[in-house]
């Protein structure tokens, strides 16, 4: 089970950061990912760590703004999002799964383990 924290109603140029903890499920080795949705829109990755070589993705649209980081230690994923824009108004998801090859190459329902959601709101 996956339990993130840390969404919130933040203004544009903004930081937050969110947390996502494996409770009974490791993350180690596991691709793990973070992924967003808008009402009447799929769902989208926006970043992820490969499992097999620690490599990163990110949308383009949040490359220079946004961080993902694991922590082994503590068995929690994060994402730091900083210069925040109304177009990052979404719920996210955080994500992990066994996957042998690079996380970008997944489609979001390859993913078998789920956080609840948590809603991130950018507005004046």
């Known amino acids: 089970q996956l339990v993130e924290s840390g969404g919130g109603l933040v203004q544009p140029g903004g930081s937050l950061r969110l947390s996502c903890v494996g409770s009974?499920?490791?993350?180690?080795?596991?691709?793990i990912g973070w992924f967003r949705q808008v009402p009447g829109k799929e769902r989208e990755r926006i970043s992820c760590?490969?499992?097999?070589?620690?490599?990163?993705y990110y949308k383009d649209s949040v490359k220079g703004r946004f961080t993902i980081s694991r922590d082994s230690a503590k068995n929690t994923m994060y994402l730091q999002m900083n210069s925040l824009k109304p177009e990052d108004t979404a719920v996210y998801y955080c994500?992990?799964?066994?996957?042998?090859?690079?996380?970008?190459?997944?489609?979001?329902?390859?993913?078998?383990?789920w956080g609840q959601g948590t809603q991130v709101t950018v507005s004046a």
């Open positions: 009974g499920y490791g993350l180690d080795f596991k691709a």
């Open positions: 760590i490969s499992g097999y070589d620690g490599s990163t």
């Open positions: 994500a992990a799964e066994s996957l042998a090859l690079s996380c970008w190459l997944y489609r979001p329902d390859e993913f078998g383990n």
